[in-house]
């Protein structure tokens, strides 16, 4: 008898808001001006968007000295250090920003904290660019904490002058457990727990959890750098179900469904679509499926574009 597999499909997946926001505002600036834009950094993590964007004529570079005087530059999601900003002003740059507002969020909530006198702890991964970014904005007041084991080995200036922020695309249930050690080591200490983490974030998480327990596996659609895609693994993985990172179909190895009965894909903030539906149709020609679509929350954010992008042509 053929066995039907069943491939759930959790949503909220893929792309968010803030993505899909800084992939158009290089689209409409290429239409505009035509290449090269430069982007510094790529504009979002994730492989399949910065080749399609290249091809039509984007220059993805990693500081600002490899770009021209006076050049077009756009800077990604992740936001930048206020030091490079200031660069591209000395350089005549004409700098467009595609930072998400929620991390430029996080940024204000750092720049609030350092201009009151508090050392900002935020909590993140060191090297990640949102990371290297929000550091930027008051580096000689800012501390980074990675895990909870290392909030004991922490020195802050003035322990009741304290803030803690985290990088917006961690795993919710590790931030607030990293929160509880800082909560304990500083009483007076001020921040507001996993809040943080952007809604794509937190969704895509709760997506995942709802159906962890029922799959056999979980694929993850997105880029070995790719923050918030490398924790719904996480997720999948502390959840005690097997589960795998796949830039496309491509890297699908036929050796992971073996056996299985129930499949869960879904993807990062960063991952198109379309290369969900490719890793469907390639797990269908493994043997029948039943797609079946876990809604577990709608989303409606929408960012607007930076003001001069706002109309067409
Ligand atoms: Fe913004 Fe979150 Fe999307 Fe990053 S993952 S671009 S912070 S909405």
Same mark, same amino acid.
């Given at each position: 008898?053929?066995?039907?597999?069943?491939?759930?499909?959790?949503?909220?997946?893929?792309?968010? #808001?803030?993505?899909?926001?800084?992939?158009?505002?290089?689209?409409?600036?290429?239409?505009?001006?035509?290449?090269?834009?430069?982007?510094?950094?790529?504009?979002?993590?994730?492989?399949?968007?910065?080749?399609?964007?290249? $091809?039509?004529?984007?220059?993805?570079?990693? *500081?600002?000295? /490899?770009?021209? &005087? *006076?050049?077009?530059?756009?800077?990604?999601?992740?936001?930048?250090? =206020? +030091?490079?900003?200031?660069?591209?002003?000395?350089?005549?740059?004409?700098?467009?920003?595609?930072?998400?507002?929620?991390?430029?969020?996080?940024?204000?909530?750092?720049?609030?904290?350092? &201009?009151?006198?508090?050392?900002?702890?935020?909590?993140?991964?060191?090297?990640? *660019?949102?990371?290297?970014?929000?550091?930027?904005? $008051?580096?000689?007041?800012?501390?980074?904490? !990675? &895990?909870?084991?290392?909030?004991?080995?922490?020195?802050?200036?003035?322990?009741?002058?304290?803030?803690?922020?985290?990088? %917006?695309?961690?795993?919710?249930?590790?931030?607030?457990?990293?929160? +509880? $050690?800082? @909560? +304990?080591?500083?009483?007076?200490?001020?921040?507001?727990?996993?809040?943080?983490?952007?809604?794509?974030?937190?969704?895509? @998480?709760?997506?995942?959890?709802?159906?962890? &327990?029922?799959?056999?596996?979980?694929?993850?659609?997105?880029?070995?750098?790719?923050?918030?895609?490398?924790?719904?693994?996480?997720? #999948?993985?502390?959840?005690?179900?097997?589960?795998?990172?796949?830039?496309? +179909?491509?890297?699908?190895? =036929?050796?992971?469904?073996?056996?299985?009965?129930?499949?869960?894909?879904?993807?990062?903030?960063?991952?198109?679509?379309?290369?969900?539906?490719?890793?469907?149709?390639?797990?269908?020609?493994?043997? =029948?499926?039943?797609?079946? /679509?876990?809604?577990? %929350?709608?989303? %409606? @954010? !929408?960012?607007?574009? =930076? @003001?001069?992008?706002?109309?067409?042509?």
């Amino acid at each position: 008898m053929t066995v039907i597999r069943r491939v759930l499909l959790p949503s909220p997946r893929s792309f968010c #808001a803030g993505v899909e926001r800084a992939i158009e505002i290089v689209e409409r600036l290429l239409d505009r001006h035509g290449p090269p834009v430069y982007v510094r950094n790529q504009i979002v993590h994730n492989a399949h968007v910065v080749a399609d964007l290249e $091809a039509r004529g984007a220059v993805f570079i990693g *500081e600002l000295d /490899e770009v021209p &005087d *006076e050049a077009l530059v756009v800077f990604s999601a992740h936001g930048v250090a =206020p +030091a490079v900003e200031r660069e591209a002003a000395r350089r005549g740059l004409d700098a467009v920003d595609a930072t998400c507002p929620l991390v430029a969020k996080v940024h204000a909530e750092a720049k609030r904290a350092a &201009d009151a006198g508090d050392t900002v702890i935020l909590i993140g991964h060191e090297g990640h *660019e949102e990371v290297v970014g929000t550091m930027g904005v $008051a580096p000689e007041r800012t501390v980074l904490v !990675e &895990d909870a084991a290392a909030v004991a080995s922490l020195r802050v200036a003035d322990p009741a002058k304290v803030t803690y922020l985290s990088q %917006t695309t961690l795993s919710v249930t590790e931030v607030e457990s990293i929160a +509880a $050690a800082l @909560q +304990a080591r500083y009483p007076a200490i001020k921040g507001q727990g996993a809040e943080d983490i952007c809604y794509a974030t937190s969704n895509r @998480q709760a997506a995942v959890a709802a159906v962890v &327990d029922e799959a056999d596996l979980v694929l993850v659609v997105g880029s070995a750098n790719s923050s918030n895609s490398n924790r719904l693994v996480e997720l #999948a993985r502390l959840a005690g179900t097997p589960s795998h990172l796949v830039e496309d +179909a491509g890297a699908l190895d =036929p050796a992971w469904l073996e056996g299985t009965r129930t499949v869960a894909v879904t993807a990062g903030a960063s991952a198109p679509p379309a290369l969900v539906d490719d890793v469907v149709t390639a797990i269908a020609a493994l043997g =029948p499926i039943e797609l079946i /679509e876990r809604p577990v %929350t709608e989303e %409606t @954010q !929408e960012f607007l574009l =930076p @003001q001069r992008l706002r109309t067409r042509g």
